[in-house]
């Protein structure tokens, strides 16, 4: 069994940034590409970005140059850096993991608010 949880979600103004992070533990082999997703009221779930196993990154478009991800392997950790916040950066962000013998995880979910 996996579980993936995340923190750092909150309020904050547009302009600002957050750091959120995501901790996979369980029986763990290995972790392939991880990531994150995110999901506003009334709107589908989006890829936000992903990266492999070798730290190669994918962003959506709408985030390139404001949001970085990376991860810490030995830690099987994800990160996502968002800077220049926008109000429509608003939604719940979702981690997400593909991990060997198991397949797709996801986290709990973590609100993300931006407002004046």
């Known amino acids: 069994q996996v579980q993936l949880v995340e923190s750092g979600g909150g309020l904050v103004q547009p302009g600002g940034s957050l750091r959120l992070s995501c901790t996979a533990s369980g029986s763990i082999r290995s972790i392939y590409t991880m990531g994150w997703y995110r999901q506003a009221p009334g709107k589908q779930r989006e890829l936000v970005a992903a990266?492999?196993?070798?730290?190669?990154?994918n962003y959506a478009d709408s985030v390139k140059g404001r949001f970085t991800i990376s991860r810490d392997n030995a830690k099987n950790t994800v990160y996502l850096q968002m800077n220049s916040l926008k109000p429509e950066d608003t939604a719940v962000y979702y981690c997400?993991?593909?991990?060997?013998?198991?397949?797709?995880?996801w986290g709990q979910g973590t609100q993300v608010t931006v407002s004046s």
């Open positions: 997400w993991a593909n991990i060997m013998y198991m397949g797709p995880s």
């Open positions: 990266i492999t196993s070798d730290m190669s990154p």
